[in-house]
Nanobody, 126 residues
Framework: QVQFVESGGGSVQPGGSLRLSCAAAGVTLDDYAIGWFRQAPGKEREGVSCFSASDGSTNYGDSVKGRFTISRDKAKTTMYLQMNSLKPEDTAVYYC???????????????????WGQGTQVTVSS
């Protein structure tokens, strides 16, 4: 059974940092592009970052470029999202998911992603 479990969320002040984790069970992270997404109350789920299994390349949404870093552990069982210089507009539930159609990131088309976890809440507030 495939399962993704996100953790590491919490409440921080603006300018603070958090490191999110996405632990995968029942699947090898090297088989798929892995994306981080977020959803704020009343808003659509949006892509934040993606890691290509094909070559290890990464990409980021415009709103997080230069502040967030996606990575994968050497065992290829856990993805991370290092979030620095957090802003109130980063407040959302963060999810990870696997793109079953691609090993290389190509946008954030939601229906291409599966194995969504339960999410982890990130709140940025003073």
């Amino acid at each position: 059974q495939v399962q993704f479990v996100e953790s590491g969320g919490g409440s921080v002040q603006p300018g603070g940092s958090l490191r999110l984790s996405c632990a995968a069970a029942g699947v090898t992270l090297d088989d798929y592009a892995i994306g981080w997404f977020r959803q704020a109350p009343g808003k659509e789920r949006e892509g934040v970052s993606c890691f290509s299994a094909s070559d290890g390349s990464t990409n980021y949404g415009d709103s997080v470029k230069g502040r967030f870093t996606i990575s994968r552990d050497k065992a290829k069982t856990t993805m991370y999202l290092q979030m620095n210089s957090l802003k109130p507009e980063d407040t959302a539930v963060y999810y990870c998911a696997a793109n079953l159609m691609r090993r290389r990131c190509a946008g954030y088309i939601l229906h291409e992603y599966s194995y969504w976890g339960q999410g982890t809440q990130v709140t940025v507030s003073s």
